[in-house]
């Protein structure tokens, strides 16, 4: 893997982690959510312009990546309202490419003996991410479980969807009408002055880290395969839970700690196997 593309994919998977916890550590997690959703259209319609190429033949792929979309951002704000980030970050990211696998196997595509090893890893990884949980964590677990099969969702149709358009445009149509219904409803729930407190550095920072690892992913993706970029973006999951300790203070525990690890090593296992 040549070493800019590592650097770019390591690069990545550190803004899409902090972006994470920017928005996780916040008071008001949906408030967050919709400030930075909304800021990152709005700093990115001019590269999308810039870089306009959109085939007919994308927008129903832009139209059920939007609903799923929309459905894993209401999911994060309401796992990151009630569990913790670093609960909640590793079994997300970590299940979902399990998941893009089994679905895969289910219509015809082989899988090799590393790749189920890696589905046990990323498995053991999780129950000791889960670790002890009380009610609460049980709800985070199950959010998270339910997050990660949005993400595979998304992942499979814009794997499909982005054939049809540039990046950065298809992404730009995907999240116009999500960031028009969320920020809709926090208007119709009279939140304008929880919007208005969001305003500000970490917004705007978890906006950029929102797009910017987003472009980066691709730079690296027009640098080496996608399997070994997919294999390096999943370092975000030890990143996530080295920021949630230190950033936000939540209590990481050697098993939780050591379950991360494990769920980085599993989805290396499936992505370059």
């Keep these: 893997m040549p070493a800019a593309a590592f650097a770019f994919a390591l690069a990545a998977a550190a803004l899409h982690a902090g972006w994470n916890v920017l928005v996780g550590g916040a008071h008001d997690v949906r408030a967050m959510t919709t400030v930075t959703l909304a ?11 810039a870089t306009w190429s959109v085939e007919r033949a994308a927008l129903p792929w832009i139209a059920a990546s939007a609903v799923l979309e929309l459905v894993y951002f209401w999911l994060l704000v309401t796992a990151y309202a009630r569990s913790d980030v670093s609960l909640v970050y590793p079994i997300s990211r970590g299940g979902a490419p399990v998941l893009v696998l089994l679905v895969s196997s289910l219509v015809g ?29 049980r709800r985070g677990l199950l959010l998270a479980l339910a997050i990660a099969a949005t993400i595979a969702g998304y992942t499979l149709v814009d794997k499909e969807g982005i054939r049809h358009a540039a990046p950065i445009p298809y992404l730009e149509l995907v999240l116009v009408p999500v960031t028009v219904a969320i920020t809709a409803s926090e208007l119709a729930s009279r939140r304008v002055g929880a919007l208005r407190v969001c305003l500000g550095w970490q917004s705007v920072g978890a906006a950029l880290a929102t797009f910017g690892a987003y472009t980066l992913i691709l730079a690296a993706l027009d640098r080496a395969p996608a399997a070994a970029v997919a294999a390096v973006r999943e370092s975000g999951v030890l990143i996530a839970v080295c920021l949630s300790a230190i950033v936000l203070h939540e209590r990481v525990t050697t098993a939780r700690a050591a379950g991360a690890v494990l769920v980085v090593a599993g989805v290396s296992l499936v992505a370059l196997t």
Excluded: K, N, S
């Design 39 to 49: 800021l990152a259209v709005l700093l990115f319609a001019p590269v999308a312009v």
């Design 109 to 137: 595509t082989e899988v090799g003996l590393w790749q189920g090893v890696g589905v046990a890893f990323v498995g053991v990884g999780v129950m000791l991410v889960r670790g002890r949980l009380d009610r609460a964590d």
